[in-house]
């Protein structure tokens, strides 16, 4: 079936309220969680979402601070594609795809305030915790915004931080502390495709292939939205956005639930 008889095929399910799964338009694929699956982490997380799979680590390093927040920590996301993941990424230098990867799931965390920076500070303007968040697709049947946001906030709340060495100024990865990243909040993404005027949440691989556009939402506990982005050509209005606000809000709940359980 090609790719224009997919699309129609998509479509006229959309038209009914349908998914050739079997879901309705706003309802997730079967979402699992595993916690610390990486021992020598700090923190990690493996998220399933349908056959979707991602594997994220947090690991953290003592660096030098911004000029311009000389008292905050600091935090760098990265995301590698691999052709184990899909046959369509490639190896080789980071690709569009991964860049917009980490620096969705980065707005969604930074802007949110998450992760409490000035409480990572060793000393100001010379030493505070750098963390990082390293993103790995292990399978994308689509929609892996979500899988590695919904993967970086768990590693972040399992997260410990390393035992350091003043001294010798060196970080000892074996040796964790009990003490736990600081985090203010739990920000979750979702992520809605639109085919031929029709708006539905969490896409497999088929519909991302086939739709014209996709937003994603992150929000905070108290409904408030800390980031957006939008992808492909297609276009939303102004109402569907408002709409995909409150929807987003009220899966965000959901998705919250199942952190809090993992």
Not at 100 to 121: F, N, P, W
Not at 125 to 135: H, L, N, S
Not at 153 to 168: F, G
Not at 236 to 246: M, R
Request: contains cysteine; glycine residues 8%.
């Amino acid at each position: 079936m090609g790719i224009d008889s997919i699309k129609a095929y998509m479509s006229e399910l959309l038209k009914k309220g349908q998914r050739e799964d079997g879901r309705k338009v706003f309802d997730y694929r079967k979402i699992e969680i595993e916690v610390n699956p990486l021992a020598r982490a700090c923190g990690s997380a493996r998220v399933r979402i349908g056959e979707t799979e991602v594997l994220v680590g947090v690991k953290m390093d003592v660096a030098t601070p911004y000029p311009d927040s000389p008292d905050d920590g600091t935090l760098i996301v990265n995301a590698e594609l691999i052709p184990l993941a899909n046959p369509d990424f490639e190896p080789g230098p980071p690709s569009p795809q991964s860049v917009e990867l980490a620096r969705v799931v980065d707005r969604g965390i930074r802007e949110s305030g998450a992760i409490d920076t000035a409480k990572l500070c060793i000393k100001p303007k010379e030493k505070v915790w750098c963390v990082f968040i390293d993103i790995y697709p292990m399978n994308d049947d689509g929609n892996l915004l979500d899988a590695a946001a919904l993967g970086a906030i768990v590693a972040l709340k399992h997260a410990y931080l390393p035992k350091y060495d003043e001294k010798e100024n060196k970080v000892l990865y074996k040796e964790l502390t009990k003490e736990k990243l600081p985090l203010t909040c739990l920000p979750v993404m979702t992520t809605f495709g639109k085919l031929d005027g029709q708006v539905f949440l969490d896409a497999s691989r088929r519909e991302e292939r086939s739709y014209d556009g996709r937003l994603s939402i992150a929000t905070l506990e108290n409904g408030t939205i800390s980031a957006m982005q939008k992808g492909e050509a297609g276009t939303f209005t102004e109402k569907e956005v408002f709409e995909l606000l409150g929807t987003a809000i009220e899966k965000g709940k959901e998705l919250r639930g199942l952190i809090k359980k993992a």
